[in-house]
């Protein structure tokens, strides 16, 4: 149990520290260019998987 507690204790205070010096804009900034990522992403992979049925099967 007191582990457990330490645990959470110092990984709390870790991030309210990190959090300190995170600024709102760069916190913005990394969630828009992950979602750009993610949907580049899937739109690629979406793409190749088209490309291959079509040219595999022809």
């Not at 260019?33 to 040219?55: H, I, N, Q, T």
């Amino acid at each position: 149990m007191y582990l457990d507690s330490l645990r959470v204790g110092t990984a709390g205070g870790t991030f309210l520290s990190v959090m300190v010096f995170l600024n709102y804009r760069d916190f913005l900034e990394a969630m828009i260019l992950s979602a750009v990522g993610a949907v580049v992403s899937f739109g690629v992979s979406y793409l190749m998987k088209y490309l291959l049925k079509k040219y595999l099967n022809d």
